[in-house]
């Protein structure tokens, strides 16, 4: 079992950037993907960002040239540095471990005020 630690929400300004980081209790690089997803009240949870084992890594369209993934394997920490953050951008951000299931961490709330 994987367990996911996230940390680095906040209230920020628009336009201004945080760096959300995600701890897992094993070895990330055994692992096949790591990525985020975000959810506001009532609404289904969106795909974010996502990086796999190679390095390869994917990103919504409404995060593109914004948002960036990056981990330190020495750490087992995956983190999305988010950049240029719009009011839209506001929600709970959740870290996921994709094994031979999702294992999913307990969400930190990001709040970009306009």
């Known amino acids: 079992q994987v367990r996911l630690v996230e940390s680095g929400g906040g209230l920020v300004q628009a336009g201004g950037s945080l760096r959300l980081s995600c701890a897992a209790s094993?070895?990330?690089?055994?692992?096949?993907?790591m990525g985020w997803y975000r959810q506001a009240p009532g609404l289904q949870r969106e795909f974010v960002a996502r990086?796999?084992?190679?390095?390869?890594?994917f990103y919504a369209d409404s995060v593109k040239g914004r948002f960036t993934l990056s981990r330190d394997n020495a750490k087992n920490t995956v983190y999305l540095h988010m950049n240029s953050l719009k009011p839209e951008d506001t929600d709970v951000y959740y870290c996921?471990?994709?094994?031979?299931?999702?294992?999913w961490g307990q969400g930190t709330q990001v709040t970009i005020s306009s």
């Open positions: 996921v471990a994709r094994t031979c299931r999702d294992y």
């Open positions: 094993e070895s990330i690089s055994s692992i096949n993907a």
């Open positions: 990086i796999t084992s190679g390095g390869y890594t």
